[in-house]
């Protein structure tokens, strides 16, 4: 995996600075969480959940995708997602296309610029047992995971969307 | 194919409406041109080339799809892209996700909304010689394709990619 830069806006993974703003308290933090180590095999074949974009100071454009676990239970409308299940975003700079906007004629193009990072999300009810099911896993561009205060970022925050057993990112058909 | 709404801009088929602006002549336009006439079946389920996002007065997110010849083709490099190569732009409204923004205490998130329209590239260097080798396809949420207006301007903007046999979506890594 060659990516190069820093970033860490997620959509699937929100384990994001801006997401500091969740400063778990100790009941919401178990004080050790086990996180995704090793990052998933095949990934890059998977289909697509969705896209998504996070702007303010991010410009992170992303690809959802999932594992066929993944895939059949967003398609069954299955919850909570059962094991097995893996999600993964693909970010990248959310950048403007000087190339495609010559050719339209306006400002308007933007495309998967440099690649950031890559989070994960994998359902493992008992390995993750005390983020409920769910290990989070974050690995920047040149493979390496990200640090122990990134990665305690991301259950608290993904915590709240409790109704799709902590899914941020929706099925688009 | 059930999408609503009836927004035509797209990455790889820019069959689009501020591309009209592209009134071909005589000479680049040929009279009558071979469109895409049906869906390609199982492009759901076709791996990832990329994302994109057009703004002006578009809105339009979309994930851009390719079957297993495209998928190839990109990977290695391969140009022109061999017959049977079929590239699929599902686009969606670029739409704010309040649902996130609540939760992130922030106004940054936007994710794929209500589906407008699928765009096709499909490879036959024979049946569409007279687009180089290229049919466009678009089809409206409702499945019926764009009119006849709408198909004549994929050809003469698409010609202006000529180093990438073209094709405007580059392969997110």
Redesign the interface.
Same mark, same amino acid.
Do not use: M
């Given at each position: 995996m060659? =990516?190069i830069t820093n970033l860490t806006i997620g959509?699937i993974g929100?384990c994001a600075a801006? !997401?500091m +703003?969740f400063s778990a308290s100790r009941a919401d933090q178990p004080a050790s969480l086990a996180f995704v180590k090793e990052i998933p095999p095949g990934y =890059?074949?998977? =289909? !697509?959940i969705?896209? %998504?974009?996070? $702007?303010?100071d !991010?410009h992170s #454009? @992303? %690809?959802v !995708?999932g594992n066929d676990t993944a895939i059949a239970a967003y398609r069954a409308g299955t919850l909570p997602y059962p094991d097995g299940t893996i999600i993964a975003a693909?970010h990248?700079r959310?950048a403007v296309s000087d190339e495609?906007n010559k +050719? #339209?004629?306006? $400002?308007?193009?933007?495309? @998967?610029g440099t690649?950031t990072n890559i989070q994960f999300m994998v359902k493992d009810s008992k390995k993750y047992a005390a983020t409920r099911g769910w290990g989070f896993g974050h690995f920047n561009n040149d493979g390496k995971p990200g640090d122990e205060k990134l990665m305690q970022s991301c259950f608290p925050?993904h915590q =709240? $969307?409790k109704d799709r057993d902590l899914v #941020?990112?929706?099925y @688009?058909?």
């Open positions: 060659k =990516r959509t929100v801006t !997401l +703003i =890059r074949d998977w =289909r !697509l969705s896209v %998504a974009h996070e $702007e303010d !991010l #454009f @992303a %690809a !995708l693909l990248y959310h495609n +050719i #339209f004629g306006k $400002e308007q193009s933007f495309v @998967a690649p925050c =709240r $969307e #941020f990112t929706k @688009a058909p």
